[in-house]
């Protein structure tokens, strides 16, 4: 069974509580870099904000050692997160074995409430969660309910 997952949150920028977010992506973190823009020098979080609020198409990189948010410790998640024109999307990528519940479907199902609750915090207006570098069709859950993966999860 693969258990490495993509969860992806689209958004618009203006809508996204971007400073939230880079304060909770940035609380347990092993690196962080900028793809785009290139040669970008940062020592705070100001500064990468600064970055975010000055620059129209960002690519930026998080690799956390853990991801803690509303009870669920999620460890070593790569994070990357793209503005471009106007959109957000950001992408969690982890292996959900790594989640400490009793099967792969409670695993999918304590997943579902916790991308409501990051949803709704940081303001995205959809969220996907995908076998790593799905197909269209080959998702567990999205905004609007599960999809077809989800059914072929271990009870």
Excluded at 40 to 54: G, L, P, Q, W
Excluded at 128 to 155: A, M, T, V
Aim: hydrophobic share 40%.
């Amino acid at each position: 069974m693969i258990t490495a997952i993509d969860i992806i949150f689209d958004g618009k920028s203006s809508i996204v509580d971007l400073h939230s977010l880079l304060e909770a992506l940035l609380v347990k973190f092993r690196d962080v870099y900028f793809n785009e823009p290139e040669d970008v020098e940062f020592t705070t979080h100001e500064d990468i904000i600064n970055v975010f609020k000055s620059e129209v198409h960002i690519d930026f990189v998080v690799s956390l050692n853990e991801l803690n948010m509303f009870g669920i410790a999620i460890p070593d998640v790569f994070a990357n997160l793209g503005v471009y024109n106007g959109e957000i999307e950001l992408l969690l990528f982890f292996d959900f074995k790594d989640l400490d519940f009793s099967d792969y479907k409670a695993s999918i199902d304590h997943l579902r409430i916790w991308t409501t609750e990051f949803q709704n915090k940081f303001k995205f207006e959809y969220v996907r969660c995908q076998i790593d570098n799905g197909n269209e069709d080959e998702y567990y859950f999205d905004s609007h309910g599960i999809g077809p993966c989800y059914n072929f999860l271990d009870k």
